[in-house]
């Protein structure tokens, strides 16, 4: 009798048990779980949930069970982490952006983008779209999304034609897509954490206190605070805007950046 009774717990945990879907960062998952909405009917992990750094984070062993145990993995391709995700799934069960946006010279930030994020939309409906029924909420969700990013590609194509006289830095070199789809420059003014010595943060505050136009700083939310707070003051030509690249609402960072430039 047990043993029939566990035979039957194990087929119902097998009938009711919901697919794991796993994605690299919180914006592949923002995109993915804004078109689902309220369907719930699926498991999420997310290896890159926190601002770590892609290069050196290692697999947990719980995360590479998690990865295994997904039916399908979202992962952009150009991380470093990814190449050891990469190693453990089978290939089939990949969904690869690095596969459908070209790249610019190997930078992996091609997600940094409201152009680019157009087409991830696109194509994570294609992917939904064979994972699950297909519903009128899911389309719903899917032309919402789609127009949200339509509309504001449209608001920074107009404030770049009309304002070509700003001049936008960045705490990292993130920004390269984003840089050419309006065909503007942003200048990263470090290229890595230990390229801010005394010296450097010196002469770059300088430089920038020399440019007699309105500049944006954009940094992310992880930055070093005595850093951006001395180049500020030193630099009264200068306003701070953070943008967080990892996050689940990536629409809601390029709003804010738009805002934050003078967009209107």
């Known amino acids: 009798m047990i ?107 091609l997600w940094i983008s409201v152009k680019n994020s157009k087409r991830i939309i696109e194509l994570l409906y294609k992917e939904i779209s064979t ?40 705490y990292h070199n993130e920004f390269r897509y984003f840089a050419k789809d309006y065909g503007v420059m942003i200048i990263p003014i470090f290229m890595h954490e230990e390229d801010i010595s005394p010296k450097a943060l010196k002469d770059i505050t300088k430089k920038i206190s020399l440019i007699h136009k309105n500049v944006f700083l954009i940094v992310p939310p992880y930055y070093d605070r005595k850093v951006v707070d001395y180049i500020t003051k030193n630099a009264n030509n200068l306003k701070v805007i953070v943008f967080n690249s990892n996050s689940i609402n990536l629409y809601e960072e390029f709003r804010k950046l738009y805002v934050g430039i003078g967009g209107k």
Do not use: W
């Open 3 to 109: 043993k029939i009774l566990l035979f039957f717990m194990i087929i119902l945990a097998f009938a009711f048990s919901k697919d794991v879907y796993t994605f690299s960062i919180n914006p592949l998952f923002g995109f993915f779980s804004a078109l689902m909405g309220k369907q719930k009917d699926y498991v999420y992990n997310v290896i890159l949930s926190s601002n770590f750094d892609h290069h050196s984070l290692d697999l947990k062993p719980s995360t590479v069970k998690n990865i295994k145990n997904s039916k399908k993995v979202f992962v952009v391709g150009t991380l470093e982490i990814e190449k050891e995700v990469l190693k453990i799934i089978d290939k089939n069960k990949v969904f690869n952006l690095k596969e459908y946006i070209k790249l610019i010279d190997d930078d992996p930030h």
């Open 131 to 170: 994972e699950f029924k297909v519903s009128n909420q899911l389309c719903d969700n899917y032309r919402k999304e789609y127009r949200k990013f339509v509309d504001l590609d449209k608001k920074f194509e107009s404030f770049f034609k009309k304002n070509n006289s700003i001049v936008i830095l960045s």
